[in-house]
């Protein structure tokens, strides 16, 4: 009796440290964490979010995207360079895309939607060969499983990054300050079907953030608007005006919030911004302050020193601010991908993000 536990609690013991090793043999690295595979804020996002991977032969690529929106095409290096989309050497349309990784060496993927790949939807990655010590599978007596579990009340063999899409709240992270179609500034955009929705997406609005709209004075104004105002471009019934550019605007509450130039035909040209903004999540946020609206400081001019209006496309030292912006999602990436090394749980936020940028993308319907 007591001969035949011990043997079974050995056998056990010889499965658990083989499925243990096995789960570390394997990584399944989720391209972009919470942000996906989407066209990102900065067009190095995915060379920073593999710069902190290892890849190894038997690892697991993840690609979230909205299907329909975006895909996944491995391409030749020549073909990655020039976001060439012509001949793929494998294409996937399906969300998510796993793709293991089955040899050494460098992998190269884009999205073939046109002006994807050139905004930065593009990833490579160097795998190296699998781990010093291989041994996948037990060697010698290769118990059967449904031996092996009896004392233990054996562990399934769980993915530790494959969890349940349960939806949950967004995770907090530091405010980004959003400077508003980038370099375009705050204008009629070229493409008025597409208007600002291209630059929407793939950007998430937590309260906290802010709003930088640069733009000509006397040639735009913002004016925060109802759905409905929003929907018929009615500038009658504004819920807030301001006319002194750049103007910075703090997102203080969740949920739709719109935007449109109150100018003559500007909004139905396409001058109008819609944003969804998810809260903070708990009151007890670590930084103290960070949901309330830095003081108007050093990164932009004081609009009182703008007598003449600037050029037509009014951008003012845009560069900045966006480059501050991509520090700070970069940032809240990274530490978003190192929580989800210690807590399960907070890989199924990162679901949830990716379900919103699903809803976001249907939003965008009309833009590519
Ligand atoms: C990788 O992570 C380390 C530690 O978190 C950080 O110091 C480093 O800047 C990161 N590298 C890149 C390329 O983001
Ligand atoms: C794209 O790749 C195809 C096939 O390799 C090649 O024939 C074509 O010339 C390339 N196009 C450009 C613009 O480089
Ligand atoms: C990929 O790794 C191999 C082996 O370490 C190295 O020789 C090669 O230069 C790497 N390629 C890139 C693009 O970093
Ligand atoms: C892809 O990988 C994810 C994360 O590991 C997992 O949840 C999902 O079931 C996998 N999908 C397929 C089709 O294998
Ligand atoms: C806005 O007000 C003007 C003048 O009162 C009116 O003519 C116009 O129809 C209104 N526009 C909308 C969209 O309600
Ligand atoms: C905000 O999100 C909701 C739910 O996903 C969606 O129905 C709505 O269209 C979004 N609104 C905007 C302005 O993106
Ligand atoms: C505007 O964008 C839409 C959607 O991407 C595209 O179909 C259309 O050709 C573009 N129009 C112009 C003038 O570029």
Known sequence: ??????????????????????????????????????????TDTYTTWAANQTFK????????FAAGRHDVAQVTESAFNACNTSSPISRETNSPANITLTSSGE?????????????????????????????????????????????????????????????TPSPTRAPVTYVVGDNMGWIIPPNTSVGYQNWVRGKTFVVGDILVFNYAMNAHDVAEVSKQAYGSCDSNNTISFNSNPPTRITLTTSGEHFYICTFPNHCSAGQELAINVTGTGTAASPSPGTATPPSPNTATPPSTNTPSAPSPTG??????????????????????????????DVDMLQKLRFLYYNNKADFDILAL
């Not at 056998?11 to 066209?39: F, R």
């Not at 038997?58 to 979230?64: C, E, P, S, T």
């Not at 951008?315 to 210690?342: E, H, R, V």
Request: net charge positive; glycine share 6%.
């Open 1 to 42: 009796m007591a001969r035949s536990l011990n043997k079974n609690f050995v056998v056990a013991i010889v499965a658990i440290a083989a499925l243990l090793h096995s789960s570390k043999a394997q990584t399944t690295h989720i391209v972009g964490d919470a942000l996906g595979w989407i066209v990102p804020p900065s």
């Open 57 to 64: 032969v038997g690892d697991v690529l993840v690609f979230n």
């Open 107 to 167: 992998y190269y993927y884009i999205c073939t939607v046109p002006g994807h790949c050139s905004g930065g939807q593009k990833l490579m990655i160097n795998a190296s060969a699998a781990a010093a010590s291989p041994a996948p599978q037990p060697s010698s007596p290769a118990p059967q499983p449904s031996t092996a579990p009896s004392p233990l009340n054996a562990p399934t063999p769980t993915p530790v990054t494959a969890p349940t899409p349960t939806p």
């Open 315 to 344: 951008a003012t030292t845009p560069s900045d601010q966006s480059g501050n912006s991509a520090k700070s999602l970069n940032a809240a990436g990274l530490s978003i991908t190192f929580l989800a090394i210690i807590v399960i």
